[in-house]
Structure formats: structure tokens, C-alpha cells
């Protein structure tokens, strides 16, 4: 038999529980898999020692939450190994169940270790009723579609650089809940962010006339008929037509 070499891995053993936490997004506890170990331990079947458990630095449980909660259970020393460099996006892709994990998900993980850009994503994206993508380009970008940056979000580099501004496109954007109800949509809301851009485009004006004549806004299927849509409506009952982007 070929020669065994030994690993320069270390296993470590706690009874401290409090210092390992659980990742927001990972796969659910499942109380009747954790009854089924806690059973097969109490039956001699003790592998623990064996089959750590996978944390980072920061003692996010990375896989074995099953085996944890049953060590937490029947009151064992919990054994594990430390992978330091696992990053959360990783920490997704290498879980059996990634494809649970939802961008939100990705959004809660960070907000659990403190980066309080994602708090401030959660909060406006909250506040707004927002698809997450619109959110994160607003703030990322100061625009509605930018760069795709779903993909910097889950690697922890979002940054809400444009807080203001975007808070403020969206006070405007909610002028118009009265007369649309998707006025959240993403092409309504490109559709806004030009004409608000636009020197010819009084939004006092364009609300006072939707108030007035009790007009509504109705679905379109891009940006572009939402602009002659919305122009249609600001020119209702003019005797002159007037460009407004």
C-alpha cells in the first residue's frame, strides 16, 4: 500500500454554539434530518470527530448545519475545519442546494457581516417596492438599466454611491401611483428617467393634467411607447402639439 502523507489541515473542537452562526440563504434546517443523526449518535454511530463541519473565519457554518444542530441537540463538542478564503459567493456555488439561493439571499449574507451598503440596498429597495436589479442599478449607477450588476452584487462589491439621486428619481416615480399601477416597471421607469432629463418635460404640469382630467398611464411594452404614451397624454386637449424629450 502506497504510503499515507499527512495533512497539515487542523480540526478544531468547540462546546462554544454561539460562536458559529448560520448563512442566510443556505439550505433550511431540516428537523427531521437533525432527529435522524442526533438518533444514529445516540445509537454508537458517533462520526463527528470524523466528518467535520466547514466554517470561515468569521464562523459562518459553510456546510454541516445538519451535523451542528444535532451536536447543539445533545449537547457535543462540535468539530470543525476553518476555510478561510471561501467567499459567499462561493460558499453558493459550492452548496448542494444553490439554486435556492435567490439574490436577496446574497443581500441578507452581507448585511449579516456588516456591510452597510447592502443594508442601505434592503432599505431602499424596501421602501420603493423595487425589483432588486433596478435597485442595485439606481444606486450603483444613478440610472435605471445600467452595466449588468446583479453579478458585483453577489461578489460583495455593490456600493450605493447614488443614493440621492436615486432616492429622489424615485419620490418623483411615485407621483404616478395614482395613475399606474406598474409605474414601478422597469421600461416606465426608463421611460421617466428621460423625460424627467428633458428640458421640455414639466412634471408639475404633466400630474396637474393627469389629476385634472383623471388620465391614466396604460401598460406598454417598451420604453420607447411609454415615452409616446406619456406624450400623448401631456398633449391631451392642447390646440398645439408639443415635443417633450
Known amino acids: 500500500m502506497e504510503k499515507e502523507n499527512l495533512s497539515s489541515l487542523q480540526v478544531y473542537f468547540s462546546s462554544d454554539y454561539g460562536k458559529f452562526r448560520f448563512l442566510h440563504g443556505n439550505r433550511d434546517l431540516n428537523t427531521a434530518k437533525v432527529n435522524r443523526i442526533a438518533e444514529s449518535v445516540q445509537n454508537?454511530?458517533?462520526?463527528?470527530?470524523?466528518?467535520?463541519?466547514?466554517?470561515?473565519?468569521?464562523?459562518?457554518?459553510?456546510?454541516?448545519?445538519?451535523?451542528?444542530?444535532?451536536?447543539?441537540?445533545?449537547?457535543?463538542?462540535?468539530?470543525?475545519?476553518?476555510?478561510?478564503?471561501f467567499t459567499l459567493r462561493q460558499i453558493a456555488e459550492m452548496n448542494q442546494n444553490a439554486s435556492k439561493w435567490k439574490d436577496k439571499d446574497y443581500v441578507n449574507c452581507y448585511i449579516d457581516t456588516g456591510n452597510i451598503h447592502y443594508v442601505t440596498l434592503r432599505e431602499?429597495?424596501?421602501?420603493?417596492?423595487?425589483?432588486?436589479?433596478?435597485?442595485?442599478?439606481?444606486?450603483?449607477?444613478?440610472?435605471?438599466?445600467?452595466?449588468?450588476?446583479i453579478d458585483i452584487m453577489r461578489d460583495g462589491l455593490f456600493k450605493a454611491t447614488f443614493l440621492d439621486s436615486a432616492t429622489k428619481f424615485m419620490e418623483v416615480a411615485r407621483q404616478f401611483r395614482d395613475h399606474f399601477?406598474?409605474?414601478?416597471?422597469?421600461?416606465?421607469?426608463?421611460?421617466?428617467?428621460?423625460?424627467?432629463?428633458?428640458?421640455?418635460?414639466?412634471?408639475?404640469?404633466?400630474?396637474?393634467?393627469?389629476?385634472?382630467?383623471s388620465l391614466k398611464i396604460e401598460n406598454r411594452q417598451s420604453h420607447k411607447e411609454y415615452l409616446t404614451h406619456?406624450?400623448?397624454?401631456?398633449?391631451?386637449?392642447?390646440?398645439?402639439?408639443?415635443r417633450i424629450y
Open 124 to 149: 431602499f429597495t424596501d421602501k420603493y417596492q423595487l425589483n432588486l436589479g433596478i435597485a442595485v442599478s439606481l444606486l450603483m449607477e444613478g440610472k435605471v438599466k445600467g452595466i449588468r450588476r
Open 44 to 85: 454508537g454511530l458517533d462520526l463527528f470527530r470524523y466528518c467535520p463541519i466547514m466554517v470561515n473565519k468569521d464562523g459562518y457554518i459553510i456546510d454541516g448545519q445538519h451535523r451542528f444542530a444535532a451536536c447543539r441537540e445533545l449537547k457535543m463538542k462540535v468539530f470543525y475545519v476553518i476555510v478561510p478564503d
Open 181 to 213: 399601477e406598474s409605474y414601478r416597471s422597469r421600461n416606465f421607469l426608463q421611460a421617466l428617467e428621460i423625460l424627467t432629463a428633458s428640458k421640455e418635460f414639466n412634471l408639475t404640469e404633466f400630474i396637474d393634467k393627469l389629476n385634472l382630467h
Open 230 to 242: 406619456m406624450e400623448d397624454l401631456y398633449n391631451y386637449r392642447n390646440s398645439k402639439r408639443k
